[in-house]
T-cell receptor, first 113, second 113 residues
Framework: AQSVTQPDIHITVSEGASLELRCNYS??????LFWYVQSPGQGRQLLLK??????LVQGIKGFEAEFKRSQSSFNLRKPSVHWSDAAEYFC???????????FGAGTTVTVRA | DAMVIQNPRYQVTQFGKPVTLSCSQT?????MYWYQQKSSQAPKLLFH???????NEADTPDNFQSRRPNTSFCFLDIRSPGLGDAAMYLC????????????FGPGTRLTVL
């Protein structure tokens, strides 16, 4: 069965500091991995995705994520956070012939001045 | 802007009183999904449509039904809401099945009194 674990429910970070959100997945075939962000009152938006190739993927808003097959991880990073990065972040896994994505429970990021 | 719209954003119903949640999309996507997300849990896929082809998840209760009268609209009907059905309901679309990007609406928060 496929599943995603986001170990951190809530993270608080200072503006300008770096951010790393953890994601571990379980998937029986080649995984396709996604990070979404959801700001209050808005639908969740795709930040980046990994299908194949370079294991370090760049996304929107200055985010990047690294796929590590040996660790079954797909952690999201940003070198310097902005107050507008305060949101909820979701990691998801799917597969080429899979009709659905499995999401983690999300990590809420608070940015303090 | 192409988007996924959910109405209403907040819905309050009484125990056992039927309720319908609405989702519309301007993306002309073939696939539409309904998820249920309870607090601090991962979103749970209830069912999805691939064009007019309805696909129910095995563990989706019979209390939940869906209709897709055309490409643009999809409805979630809860025939007899129980207290355990209080949750955020998310609608999403995708251009194809498989590990494609899903586009989400902002969700409908359902409260059952």
């Amino acid at each position: 069965a496929q599943s995603v674990t986001q170990p951190d429910i809530h993270i608080t970070v200072s503006e300008g500091a770096s951010l790393e959100l953890r994601c571990n997945y379980s998937y029986g075939a080649t995984p396709y991995l996604f990070w979404y962000v959801q700001s209050p009152g808005q639908g969740r938006q795709l930040l980046l995705k990994y299908f194949s190739g370079d294991t370090l993927v760049q996304g929107i808003k200055g985010f990047e994520a690294e796929f590590k097959r040996s660790q079954s991880s797909f952690n999201l990073r940003k070198p310097s956070v902005h107050w507008s990065d305060a949101a909820e972040y979701f990691c998801a896994v799917g597969g080429l012939n899979d009709y659905k994505l499995s999401f983690g429970a999300g990590t809420t990021v608070t940015v303090r001045a | 802007d192409a988007m996924v719209i959910q109405n209403p954003r907040y819905q309050v119903t009484q125990f056992g009183k039927p309720v319908t949640l609405s989702c519309s999309q301007t993306l002309n996507h073939n696939v539409m999904y309904w998820y249920q997300q309870k607090s601090s849990q991962a979103p749970k896929l209830l069912f999805h449509y691939y064009d007019k082809d309805f696909n129910n998840e095995a563990d989706t209760p019979d209390n939940f039904q869906s209709r897709r009268p055309n490409t643009s609209f999809c409805f979630l009907d809860i025939r007899s809401p129980g207290l355990g059905d209080a949750a955020m309901y998310l609608c999403a679309t995708s251009s194809a099945r498989g590990a494609n990007e899903q586009f989400f609406g902002p969700g409908t928060r359902l409260t059952v009194l």
